[in-house]
């Protein structure tokens, strides 16, 4: 046991040493690895991102109350009566002044223009209800200061700001044919609504012909439990009966199909990448073989085994891939980790995002990249286990 | 032994490695191909997009309305040949995540200024006469299996009816065809009229006009026109040529050009290193029979279209394979997507590029092994064992 302990490790050692002297064909095999693992974690990092910004969102103790049917607030439709109604709701957190923390709130389109390509998107203007700032939390003004009810002065969610033009602070802009102005930047811990300007909800309903109608109604609930009474009573009142959902499940429902889009996207093409960057490794390995046939037939002639001639083949290409899919995963949070990109979300406006390493993703990088190494090394692997002694003595 | 059957032969001699070398070529094409497939989808709004019509929307964003009277007022703008519009219904047929357009037009406006909707005289006479009528693309009525004469029910996840449904009841009196396989069907076409007497809300305004003006040449004055017009109305507006409008449309998603470039980058950087590495593996070990070669009298110059022979062949074998299976697997795609993306179609296009990049790749890959080939000292070479 020992000696063939021993013997690996010497043949081993010989494989690694001999890197050198195929560098070329042995770096190829590091590039390819590492493309096919920046591919991969390029993408997830993008689903990442996605993911993270669009379920970070919701709080488990705000309820989302929306048209039955509606699916988003954008196409979500309430009268003033149902947001009264739902006023009276039990299980709602309630202020200093005993009334419910709810926030009727209207959620229109606008054109901002993106800095990135000059072009025109969707931004969402929120309109928010007096209580809005004590029904969310979490919500930071990190500079200037909150907008004054009635006027027409605007707060933007950080991400605006960064990705679109003219929304800096003290700035006046044109948005739904109206000059505002900025008045106050917010931070959101990274959640969509960074992706969102605010105003004044009566000032939007006037401006669009709303009268008092609204298109969501958010409630502070007592407790994450106080859900299902909240369900209860809307499904009891015929003038209600709304989808009321618990603020993280909604946002948790809408993250999920664009990064499942661009999960079946990346993976896919990252497998198929590593097929080919595969068939580089094999020849790699092979050719590693071949240039070493005379010098593993020496050694078995003079008493050492199969066995270590199969690992060293085996170490140098897990190596060699290992070395790859760390290059490529570096490249890739060098690259990529924290840029910031914007997409439409399921509320037909911009998601502004960062793509996102995390530490489980880089496992999943190498893991694939150990793989290739695997497979490609299992097959040369074999061969130079089974080198005929006769080889020694062949001419070259 | 000709040269040609000399690279051939040179190729499979080594056949596992060959098999490798053009199985990692055929991946980055198939790559390459599925990628400009699923790019073509995508770009089918903006390459198909006809140079004499504009869309007119609100001016403070596209998913805005604008009064219906709009539409008779720019028909009398000079250098207008057609104007008709459309209202976007947020429709779906069962299932709401199996995405398609579904649109609320005047019947035969529309269908006058889109002639690449191919549609039999009778069907067209049916949408214009029957108030219930509904036109499907052919993506559409394929992917329900919908058949002429069907009572299709629609919802919306935007308008209600004055009886408080969310469902709209139509019969499916046509099927309409794209003029070519780029033109996109994922859409059902109703009469505007119906759907405005029964929704709830929403009144005399339509979403959105097209316009059809007498010559590009036009467009320009046509677009000034209309949008002075309607200047400090309460509904401004905004008028884009068509393909300026499907442009920004798409940019919206996202750079979803950059990452397809990235991945494609980074398949062709990988087989660049693949394939050169085993041309310049195949020359290190045929040093000697090349140097036999020049000995026998084999001029520089056939050696070097040897090699770089043997690496076009391998790229032009492997690249092939590669395109074919992308062709295939872009019809595979069109029914997996259902349309969603627009339509997956493998244009010649695809094809020429690929045929530049293989003989690109093939030379790259064959160049320094072939110069080193061809510079391989025959003295030094016979002597070196």
């Known amino acids: 046991m020992g000696r063939t302990f021993t013997q690996i490790a010497a043949v081993t050692m010989m494989n690694l040493r001999s890197i050198p002297d195929r560098l070329w064909t042995s770096l190829s095999t590091v590039i390819a690895v590492a493309m096919v693992t920046a591919v991969l974690l390029g993408f997830l990092a993008l689903a990442n991102g996605f993911q993270s910004t669009v379920q970070g969102s919701g709080s488990p103790d705000v309820a989302v109350m929306l048209r039955k049917g509606s699916g988003s607030e954008l196409n979500s439709n309430l009268t003033r009566e149902q947001s009264l109604l739902v006023e009276e709701a039990p299980g709602l957190a309630r202020g200093a002044d005993g009334k419910a923390l709810v926030s009727p709130e209207l959620y229109v389109v606008v054109d901002g223009i993106k800095k990135s390509s000059r072009t025109k998107a969707n931004l969402p203007l929120r309109g928010l209800g007096v209580r809005a700032n004590q029904v969310r939390s979490g919500i930071k003004i990190s500079a200037g200061r909150m907008f004054t009810p009635g006027t027409n002065e605007l707060v933007v969610g950080r991400a605006v700001s960064r990705q679109f033009e003219g929304f800096e602070l003290g700035r006046k802009i044109r948005l739904a044919a109206q000059n505002w102005t900025v008045v106050g930047e917010f931070e959101a811990a990274g959640s969509v609504f960074e992706s969102e300007i605010w105003a004044d909800v009566a000032v939007l309903q006037g401006l669009y012909q709303r009268g008092s109608s609204v298109q969501s109604v958010r409630a502070r609930l007592d407790s994450p439990a106080s859900l299902e009474k909240l369900k209860a009573y809307s499904e009891a009142d015929p003038r209600l009966k709304l989808d009321v959902q618990a603020e993280r499940s909604f946002y948790a429902e809408q993250g999920k199909g664009m990064s499942d889009i661009i999960l079946y996207l990346g993976w896919p093409l990252a497998i198929a990448m590593s097929f080919g960057a595969l068939a580089g490794a094999l020849n790699t390995m092979y050719a590693s073989v071949d240039a070493r046939m005379r010098e593993i037939a020496t050694l078995r002639a003079i008493g050492f085994g199969g066995t270590p001639a199969f690992v060293g083949t085996m170490v140098e290409s897990l190596l060699l891939s290992a070395i790859g899919g760390v290059v490529g995963a570096l490249a890739t949070y060098l690259l990529f980790d924290g840029i910031s990109a914007a997409t439409l979300g399921s509320n037909f406006t911009q998601v502004v995002f960062a793509l996102k390493m995390t530490p489980q993703l880089v496992v999943q990088g190498v893991v694939l990249a150990l793989v290739i190494g695997f497979v490609g090394g299992v097959f040369p692997a074999w061969r130079a286990a089974r080198v005929p002694l006769l080889a020694a003595f062949k001419e070259q | ?385």
């Not at chain 2, 390459?47 to 805005?64: E, H, S, Y």
């Not at chain 2, 049916?126 to 992917?143: N, P």
């Open chain 2, 1 to 385: 032994m000709t040269l040609i059957e000399l690279v051939r032969k040179n190729l499979f001699r080594k056949p596992l490695r060959t098999i490798l070398t053009v199985f990692a070529i055929f991946i980055a094409f198939a790559i390459f191909g599925v990628l400009a497939t699923f790019q073509n989808a995508m770009n089918a709004g903006i390459d198909t997009a006809g140079a004499d019509r504009l869309i007119v929307t609100n001016k403070i964003n596209f998913t805005l309305q604008m009064p219906i009277a709009y539409v008779q007022r720019t028909r009398g703008v000079e250098g207008v040949k057609i104007v008709t519009h459309a209202d976007w219904f947020g429709g779906y047929y069962q299932d709401p995540r199996i995405f398609f357009a579904a649109i609320a037009v005047e019947p035969a406006s529309y269908l006058d200024i889109y002639p690449e909707y191919l549609l039999p005289p009778a069907q067209r006479q049916a949408f214009i006469s029957d108030r219930t009528a509904l036109l499907a693309g052919e993506t559409v009525a394929k992917q329900f299996g919908w058949k002429v004469g069907d009572r299709i029910p629609l919802k919306s996840n935007i308008f209600q009816q004055k009886n408080g449904s969310d469902a709209w009841d139509f019969t499916l009196v046509g099927i309409i065809k794209g003029e070519t396989a780029r033109v996109d069907t994922n859409f059902v076409i109703f009469q505007y009229e119906y759907f405005k007497e029964t929704r709830s809300f929403g009144g005399d305004t339509i979403g959105w006009m097209i316009v059809k003006t007498q010559s590009p040449k036009d467009n320009a004055n046509v677009m000034k026109a209309v949008d002075v017009m309607f200047a400090n109305s309460p509904f401004e507006t905004e008028t884009q040529t068509e393909q300026a409008f499907a442009k920004a449309f798409l940019e919206q998603a996202g750079d979803l050009g950059f990452i397809i470039s990235a991945v494609v980058g980074a398949a062709f950087a990988t087989i660049l290193l693949i394939v050169g590495n085993t041309m310049m593996l195949t020359v290190r070990e045929r040093t000697n029979e090349i140097a036999v070669m020049k000995t026998i009298g084999f001029t520089s110059q056939r050696i070097f279209g040897l090699v770089i022979g043997e690496s076009l062949l391998l790229t032009v074998i492997g690249g092939a394979l590669g395109l074919l299976v992308a062709w295939l697997l872009s019809f595979a795609l069109q029914n997996a997507t259902g349309g969603a993306f627009g339509p997956m179609t493998f244009t010649p296009g695809i094809a020429i590029w690929s045929v530049v990049l293989m003989a690109m790749l093939g030379l790259l890959t064959g160049l320094i092994p072939a110069l080193r080939a061809m510079r391989i000292n025959v003295v030094t070479a016979l002597g070196r064992k």
